[in-house]
Structures are given as structure tokens and as C-alpha cells.
Nanobody, 123 residues
């Protein structure tokens, strides 16, 4: 069982940066692949980024590639999402997720979810 708690969201101007953090409980954190998803108002939850259990491999949605960076610290049970060059289109609730599998991009592939953190980008 893994419990996830996101933090770091907020209001930022277009072009700005934010770093989201996800704190995980449980001794098996390093066994899980981790992902970030987002859900804008009135839209479906969409994949943002994922990182393998070891942290050696990552994958990104095309819309964020080159701007966002996912990372993890297994010693601290933490996952991060560094977001640069933010645009109003990045406005959404961002969710941290965990599960088995490798570089999965569908919400149904993940077993554990945080409560989400709001990111709002003003123009």
C-alpha cells in the first residue's frame, strides 16, 4: 500500500516555473513506477510524465516534452515534477500516481493516487 501527497502547486505567470513534489509512504516505494497526470476543468485526466522504479528511464507527453522534468529520490520516498515555461494551457489539477509496469501512460495502469494539487498559469 502506498499513500501519496502532492504539494507545490499555485498561481504562476506564463513563462514561469514551478516544482511539484509528491511524498510517498510505504516501504516499497522503490518498487513502483511513478507518474504525473493532470486534469483541466471539464476535461479528462491526461498523462504528463512517468519515471521507472529505479529512476533510470522517463517518458513525457508531447505537450510537455522539453519543458517538464520528472525525477525521484527513492531514499526520501519523493517524486518531483519540475515545470518550466508554463503556459495557460498547463492549468490543471496535477496528480501523482504509482503502480507497477513500465512507462505506462493510462490512468488505469496506476494503482495509487494522491489528492492532487492545483496549478494555475495566468496569461
Amino acid at each position: 500500500q502506498v499513500q501519496l501527497v502532492e504539494s507545490g502547486g499555485g498561481l504562476v505567470q506564463a513563462g514561469g516555473s514551478l516544482r511539484l513534489s509528491c511524498a510517498a509512504s510505504g516501504r516499497t516505494f522503490s518498487a513502483y513506477a511513478m507518474g504525473w497526470f493532470r486534469q483541466a476543468q471539464g476535461k479528462e485526466r491526461e498523462f504528463v510524465a512517468t519515471i521507472s522504479a529505479s529512476g533510470a528511464t522517463t517518458a513525457y507527453a508531447d505537450s510537455v516534452k522539453g519543458r517538464f522534468t520528472i525525477s525521484r529520490d527513492n531514499a526520501k520516498n519523493m517524486v518531483y515534477l519540475r515545470m518550466n515555461s508554463l503556459t495557460p494551457e498547463d492549468t490543471a489539477v496535477y496528480y501523482c500516481s504509482g503502480g507497477y509496469g513500465f512507462l505506462r501512460r493510462r490512468p488505469g495502469d496506476y494503482d495509487y493516487w494522491g489528492q492532487g494539487t492545483q496549478v494555475t498559469v495566468s496569461s
